[in-house]
């Protein structure tokens, strides 16, 4: 699935028509509360941002994506009218894996879209964590607990993600929470506890590599001097 947070309704239309007809999947979004909304319950394989949008700032958008741990590697492009130098350079060093100005293209895109996938797909193959009898595959979203497969919401498997992906680094709830779920930790809110006992549970035996580490948060392997500097 490609997504693509485009304001102007005949070009999101026509990229999306182009893509279905190229053999990919697409959908579009006006907005992006429309598009974060989406994002919670689907990951996609690669997005197409534009940048002056209403509600949100693309390069925002670029920026919360590349905190979470969901998103963090999920291949970008920029589509955008701001085609200055500096524009280009804004994009690539918040995120950015390539950058289109328009007008565009639609047949350079669609080649730049395929080159970008066939990167990230290799990429992606040799992702996967195996700790105990637990193992990750963040690419298939596959999750086994001593061989048996277990089904996750999007936000335990993301902190699952990040837990084992840095094996033997605490991460303090601000931190978990900031890449969860995109903002600052409110010290009142126990989402990370809830979720943290959720994955627990469902994780059987394997749920106790997730490590309490006292008065700063959580882990799995490792020593409990080892903290997340992020």
Not at 28 to 56: A, H, N, R
Not at 94 to 118: C, H, N, Q, W
Not at 136 to 152: C, D, F, M, S
Request: charged share 30%.
């Amino acid at each position: 699935m490609i997504y693509i947070l485009e304001d102007d309704e005949s070009i999101r239309n026509f990229v999306v028509y182009a893509l279905n007809n190229s053999g990919f999947e697409a959908r579009g979004f006006g907005t992006p509360g429309v598009f974060w909304e989406s994002l919670k319950k689907e990951t996609p394989q690669l997005l197409l941002l534009d940048i002056m949008l209403p509600e949100e700032d693309g390069i925002e958008i670029l920026k919360r994506l590349r905190k979470r741990e969901v998103t963090k590697r999920l291949p970008i492009i920029m589509l955008t009218a701001k085609g200055s130098e500096y524009d280009k350079i804004i994009g690539l060093d918040s995120g950015a894996d390539d950058y289109m100005t328009k007008p565009f293209s639609i047949m350079e895109l669609i080649s730049r879209v395929k080159a970008l996938l066939r990167r990230t797909s290799e990429q992606k193959e040799a992702e996967e964590y195996s700790v105990g009898g637990l193992y990750v595959n963040p690419a298939k979203h596959i999750v086994k607990a001593n061989g048996e497969n277990i089904t996750l919401t999007l936000k335990e498997f993301e902190l699952l993600a990040l837990l084992i992906a840095n094996r033997g680094i605490v991460f303090n709830r601000d931190q978990i929470f900031n890449k969860i779920w995109g903002y600052d930790f409110d010290g009142e809110n126990r989402t990370v506890d809830v979720h943290v006992r959720t994955l627990r549970a469902k994780l059987g035996e394997c749920g106790q590599l997730i490590e309490t580490v006292r008065g700063i948060g959580y882990k799995i392997g490792g020593n409990e001097n080892d903290k997340a500097d992020l």
